[in-house]
């Protein structure tokens, strides 16, 4: 087992809950604000872990660490270099932490008194771009962390592919701005929060179903996962345009999706001729006008509330004991009249807690900075006793 180190997305609460769904709670633990540390086999382990995450941005292998001085620290990294072959193509980053700065100049001074061919990318505290590191695959991406007291030299052996995550995002044929504005990455969280969660679910190829499918965001994260993939929509059109995009994701990705469709509202899929009850649900429902006026909010969220308790005792009729539900929750929080009014949906949980729906993730936010409606996901296992 080697030290690795996975670097957490924009919402890096939400990441490191995804992170602790796959490996489990003693295998991962903060380390920063950004980082978590964690215990992996092998590099290929990492990148396998990198291939299915939806919230880490790279992986590091922790290579040894590393003095306080910096002139000292930046001998030691030289070393390291040097161990590489052909002209060394790097970058150095020091995310979360101030305290030790080394100069990368300083460094390629002491390879050049070696002869040796080096050449600087400037980038950030988290390192080089995973644009850069996924278009090129010989550079050296070095990372300085501070952790448990100590200074370590870290190295890039994973990076979240750009390419395909922007390809699923921007270019499927369909797509509504005014619902399936759940970003991909989000969904994956999603649907591995789902996934980790399910331990009384024994299933290589889970049943997991989206009955607010929207454009099969959802969906097509779930079918790259491995699960069998049901889903359905009120509006006839969303229906349409979720085949539409799993079946260019098929074609994209060469692969066969096995996946089933239909129209209906939340309350009476249950109608629906299921071969089998349901897994997993994940799912972004109805979160209400995008921008609410004030006086509007008590309306609205009550009527989000009938919606949601509505769902959740319908679903009772299609999942088993031991079922995963991962679902947003939405939130407004505004100012009016100088005052900071919230409204939200975690009154539901007591009284989901009477259906047989325990609580497992609390609360997660996750939303654009700018946005009026918020995102809270949360995850809930149907009793098994």
């Not at 690795?4 to 991962?28: D, H, I, Q």
């Not at 079922?323 to 949906?345: D, G, W």
């Not at 497992?360 to 654009?368: D, F, M, R, S, T």
Request: net charge negative.
């Amino acid at each position: 087992m080697s030290m690795y180190v996975a670097l957490l997305g924009n919402t890096p609460s939400l990441s490191m809950a995804e992170l602790k769904a796959m490996v489990g709670e003693v295998s991962a633990q903060r380390s920063s604000t950004h980082s978590a540390v964690l215990q992996l086999d092998s590099d290929d382990q990492a990148s396998q872990l990198q291939e299915i995450a939806g919230g880490i941005f790279k992986i590091l292998r922790m290579q040894f660490q590393l003095d306080q001085d910096p002139d000292r620290a930046a001998a030691q990294i030289a070393d390291y270099l040097l161990t590489k072959k052909g002209k060394i193509i790097f970058g150095i980053g020091s995310l979360d932490q101030e305290k030790l700065v080394v100069s990368p100049q300083s460094v390629k001074s002491l390879l050049s008194k070696q002869d040796f061919k080096c050449r600087y990318l400037e980038g950030d505290l988290w390192g080089l771009s995973a644009s850069i590191l996924t278009h090129k695959k010989d550079v050296v991406d070095l990372l300085i962390l501070h952790h448990d007291q100590q200074f370590y030299l870290l190295e890039t052996v994973s990076v979240q592919d750009v390419d395909e995550w922007t390809k699923r995002d921007r270019r499927k044929p369909y797509s509504d701005a005014r619902k399936g504005m759940l970003p991909p990455k989000v969904a994956r969280i999603m649907t591995n929060l789902a996934l980790g969660y399910s331990d009384e679910i024994h299933s290589d190829s889970p049943v997991l179903y989206d009955p607010f499918c929207g454009t099969g965001t959802v969906l097509m994260e779930a079918a790259l996962r491995g699960c069998q993939i049901f889903g359905s929509d009120l509006d006839p059109n969303s229906v349409a345009g979720t085949q539409q995009n799993i079946d260019w994701l098929a074609t994209d990705l060469d692969i066969k999706i096995d996946y089933h469709l239909f129209e209906s509202d939340s309350a009476h899929a249950y109608t629906y001729d299921w071969p089998q009850k349901v897994d997993l649900i994940v799912t972004e429902p109805f979160l209400g006008k995008p921008n609410p006026e004030p006086e509007e909010l008590p309306n609205i969220y009550e009527g989000l509330e009938s919606l949601y308790l509505g769902a959740f005792k319908s679903w009772l009729r299609i999942l088993h004991k031991g079922s995963v539900i991962c679902i947003v929750f939405p939130q407004v929080v505004i100012s009016h009249n100088s005052k900071k009014i919230e409204h939200n949906l975690l009154g539901l949980i007591d009284k989901l807690e009477r259906f047989g729906y325990t609580l497992l993730v609390k609360p997660i936010a996750y939303a654009h900075e700018k946005a009026t409606v918020k995102r809270q996901i949360l995850v809930f296992r149907l009793h098994s006793d």
